[in-house]
């Protein structure tokens, strides 16, 4: 990530029209990983102004303390970043539940 090559990021970015959701998608909590330099360098250096954030709560701990609740938490990241887990009998999607609900 450091140092941001801008000029390869530029021309990714490019190829999706100025409207498109910009995600940054993290295992670990908001205030750990790379998601604040990330943040930063898009809105200051790159002129972009809203980022979605896709991730963990802030958290004062990198893990969650529960095998059952990390595995929840991990498949609901991933269920946010690219989609429902595929239904392999059906061919289709499987509808989650959030991890919270």
Do not use: C
């Amino acid at each position: 990530l450091y140092p941001l090559h801008h000029d390869m990021l530029s021309s990714i970015l490019a190829r999706y029209p100025k409207s498109a959701e910009i995600v940054w998608a993290q295992e670990e909590p908001r205030n750990a990983g790379a998601y604040h330099f990330m943040d930063d360098s898009l809105r200051n250096d790159m002129g972009i102004d809203k980022i979605t954030f896709i991730g963990r709560e802030t958290s004062a701990s990198p893990a969650v303390g529960s095998k059952h609740a990390h595995k929840q938490q991990q498949e609901q990241l991933l269920t946010e970043a690219i989609g429902a887990l595929p239904d392999t009998k059906t061919g289709g999607a499987k509808a989650k539940q959030p991890a919270h609900a």
